[in-house]
């Protein structure tokens, strides 16, 4: 079942006169698959994030989630940025339940059965290896921490799609490889749908089934790579000689394109 699909989709930002971020993009997203979208600087990649959640319209073409066509903000999704974005003002645990205080399904409920959410969040907490910090504030965490955090506020309300956009690229090397660890332990141990949009294309073949490649802008999709690593993966493939040819092979995609840009 196709969970996302974009029909010839174009966007372009302002008058009819202003430049198209991306043009004729058509793709599918299985359910309970993980994609990832890689390309330069001006693809288009974030576009594809603010269409696939609803938070801007597309100039040309059709957007439809879960079989039906967004028009507007979906709820139903799940979003991790490059920044944490949590709220200096609430504990991690309180920064954590804000979806099940905003999102429609939870929000009539909340304070009824806040015991019972706050429960679900220090579970999801333990799972990602923040046992014990749900009192403690944003500022007290590191950079990872928060991240962790970030993610798991973007899962609490069981979302039907997770959209990552470079939720890792600010971190350093080791952190950044723990947190591909923990989304593909997530994502393994119950699986949801995910768009992750990086630059990084070791990240992308770690953690993708598919991976996109777009073209400088106007964004098109110019290659659809299946990733053929058997799961479950472990850090260490990401030193074999299959890994190594799968990311060379991006990146020649991606050398091309700038390449013919300039």
Not at 180 to 193: G, S
Not at 246 to 251: A, G, I, S
Request: aromatic share 8%; hydrophobic share 40%; net charge negative.
């Amino acid at each position: 079942m196709d969970l996302v699909k974009f029909e010839n989709v174009s966007m372009r930002y302002g008058d009819e006169d202003s430049p198209l971020a991306i043009e004729d993009v058509s793709l599918t997203v299985r359910q309970n698959e993980f994609v990832a979208v890689v390309g330069p600087s001006g693809c288009g990649k974030s576009t594809l994030m603010k269409l696939v959640t609803g938070l801007a319209p597309p100039s040309d073409g059709y957007v439809y989630l879960d079989g039906k066509q967004v028009s507007g903000p979906q709820e139903g999704v799940g979003m991790a940025f490059q920044a944490s974005n949590l709220l200096p003002w609430r504990t991690t645990l309180e920064n954590i339940l804000l979806p099940m205080e905003i999102v429609k399904q939870y929000r009539h409920r909340f304070k009824k059965e806040k015991a019972q959410f706050e429960e679900q969040g220090r579970a999801l907490l333990k799972r990602v290896g923040l046992e014990g910090v749900g009192d403690k504030f944003p500022w007290e965490l590191s950079g990872g921490m928060q991240q962790r955090a970030s993610i798991c506020r973007a899962l609490i309300h069981r979302p039907s799609l997770l959209m990552l956009d470079e939720p890792f690229s600010a971190l350093d090397a080791f952190t950044r490889e723990e947190l591909w660890c923990m989304v593909r332990d997530l994502w393994q141990e119950d699986p949801f749908t995910v768009v992750l949009v990086t630059h990084d294309l070791r990240e992308a073949v770690f953690l993708a089934d598919t991976v996109y490649v777009m073209s400088k802008g106007p964004g098109r999709i110019l290659v659809r790579k299946p990733v053929d690593i058997p799961r479950p993966r472990d850090i260490a493939v990401t030193y074999s000689d299959q890994f190594a040819e799968l990311v060379f092979e991006l990146r020649d995609h991606i050398g091309r394109i700038r390449e013919n840009a300039e």
